[in-house]
């Protein structure tokens, strides 16, 4: 059986106003689409959630700083149906641009603090980009809970800090990053890396491991971070636009991990920009 398409948020709005009446709970996991195994992953665990799953499609361009990279995202409706499809997934929803930004639209949702620095640095707007899509996709779904990836750590506290400031009726629900068997993160940029590339690319995974450890241990950050990014260059990596140790809650920059934080890093290769994170915890 093929999985239910729609594109018009009236359409979309019928089929959820018919599973209310039915006193089902809804989910959403939000997608550019070009999808693989981390957004599948995201999909298992809503449907474990929830009664129904929405997986929304949107190449939204607001969030691409670059006309360039915007018209290179993969577009893959079909591939991506025929992913979802065994899974159990409910509707996919991929609009139209005038369903979500219809002829004359005006307003732009920001998030100040929380999404500068890091990729907000070298992304202007990029997240206002996001912060608006996403608000309008959990508005037009009427989610109860939304799934997003840790891998994408940034955006992921962004959605959090708008739905809580908006006091938007939605659980947001963080899930684990997903990796390939040599420890790169799934990411739908992946696959535009040479074969030479791609081995490179594990590289940055491990070094972030290995420097995560020794933060965790209690080592003062800054000597820590000096010595991983002279192993990403070492290991061919192009310009590394960041690496932070971050607090995990509200992403305060660390001169040491003293709570909770998050070593986060993005670096070019292969003209490619791959962005990466792992938890540190310090320990006792």
Known sequence: ??????????????????????????????????????????????????????????????????????????????????KLTPLGTHVLYAPEVEEIYPDGFATNVSVSGISEGLCGAHRPGHFDGVATVVSKLLLQTGADLAFFGEKDFQQLQV??????????????????????????????????????????????????????ERLSGGDAAEPVLADARAAIAAAGFGDLEYLELRAESDLTPLSRADRPARLLAAAWLDGVRLIDNVEVMPRG
């Open 1 to 82: 059986m093929s999985l239910e398409t729609i594109n018009r948020l009236a359409a979309l709005r019928a089929r959820t106003a018919g599973w209310r009446r039915e006193g089902l709970t809804i989910a959403v996991v939000p997608t550019m689409g070009a999808l693989h195994d981390g957004h599948l992953s995201l999909v298992r665990t809503a449907l474990t959630r929830t009664d129904r799953v929405i997986v929304t499609l949107f190449v939204n361009p607001k969030q691409f700083n670059n006309a360039a990279d915007l018209a290179a995202y993969p577009r893959t409706v079909e591939s991506d149906s025929a």
């Open 159 to 212: 959605v959090k800090r708008m739905v809580r400031d908006l006091d938007i009726p939605v659980e947001i629900v963080p899930c684990p990053t997903v990796r390939e068997a040599d420890g790169l993160a799934m990411s739908s940029r992946n696959v535009r890396l040479s074969a030479q590339a791609r081995s490179t690319a594990a590289a940055l995974p491990a070094v972030l491991f290995a420097a995560a």
